[in-house]
T-cell receptor
Framework: DADVTQTPRNRITKTGKRIMLECSQT?????MYWYRQDPGLGLRLIYY???????NKGEISDGYSVSRQAQAKFSLSLESAIPNQTALYFC???????????????FGPGTRLTVL | AQKITQTQPGMFVQEKEAVTLDCTYD???????LFWYKQPSSGEMIFLIY??????QNATEGRYSLNFQKARKSANLVISASQLGDSAMYFC??????????????FGTGTRLQVTL
């Protein structure tokens, strides 16, 4: 089984709908991240969380919200989806500071979201 | 603010040849990390290699090496003996800053590598 899973893998929705993307990890990592990828722009950070009680905005958080339900689960919500939120969304995890393998972020397989 | 620049939108290389993918960075943080990720057409992000700003030696991982030139603020990825399976998008990224922000990654726009026969 994959260490970082994302559901759904693909989603098509309509403008104005509420959408939740879910991320689960079995790596036991404290730190979790949500990125979006747009063609020609690389990946950009939406939100990140260092533990269940520590959630922070990234560079493009407007229009998004998150919930860290447990150490292993980090959900991204689009309260009212708009077409320019069409993108590939990645969840990632990383061990806490000074933990073994601290340097690497582990990515989920991505969720391709289309907003019509 | 941190910035990563990848100036090669696309590259071609023949199978079994070496190729260098360019990456320059900008940061005012004294401590930072540099990463390379591979994204094949299937979409997943695959970690390749990491270089810490205080590491004395260039990082190597199998056929991948990172040519780290701190004074020039460059962190080029070298792939030796290219294989057809190396055809993918390659992203350079960096982390840095204080403990609270150190693990966030800033990505470049990527380089698409095509390996030809």
């Amino acid at each position: 089984d994959a260490d970082v899973t994302q559901t759904p893998r693909n989603r098509i929705t309509k403008t104005g709908k509420r959408i939740m993307l879910e991320c689960s990890q079995t790596k036991g990592h404290d730190r979790m991240y949500w990125y979006r990828q747009d063609p020609g722009l690389g990946l950009r950070l939406i939100y990140y969380s260092f533990d269940v009680k520590d959630i922070n905005k990234g560079e493009i958080s407007d229009g998004y919200s998150v919930s860290r339900q447990a150490q292993a689960k980090f959900s991204l919500s689009l309260e009212s989806a708009i077409p320019n939120q069409t993108a590939l969304y990645f969840c990632a995890t990383r061990p806490g500071h000074r933990a073994l393998g601290y340097n690497e972020q582990f990515f989920g397989p991505g969720t391709r979201l289309t907003v019509l | 603010a941190q910035k990563i620049t990848q100036t090669q939108p696309g590259m071609f290389v023949q199978e079994k040849e070496a190729v260098t993918l360019d990456c320059t960075y900008d940061t005012s943080d004294p401590s930072y990390g540099l990463f390379w990720y591979k994204q094949p057409s299937s979409g997943e992000m695959i970690f390749l290699i990491y270089q810490g700003s205080y590491d004395q030696q260039n990082a190597t991982e199998g056929r991948y090496s990172l040519n780290f030139q701190k004074a020039r603020k460059s962190a080029n990825l070298v792939i030796s003996a290219s294989q057809l399976g190396d055809s993918a998008m390659y992203f350079c990224a960096m982390s840095g800053g204080s403990t609270g922000t150190a693990s966030k990654l800033t990505f470049g726009t990527g380089t698409r590598l095509q390996v030809t026969l």
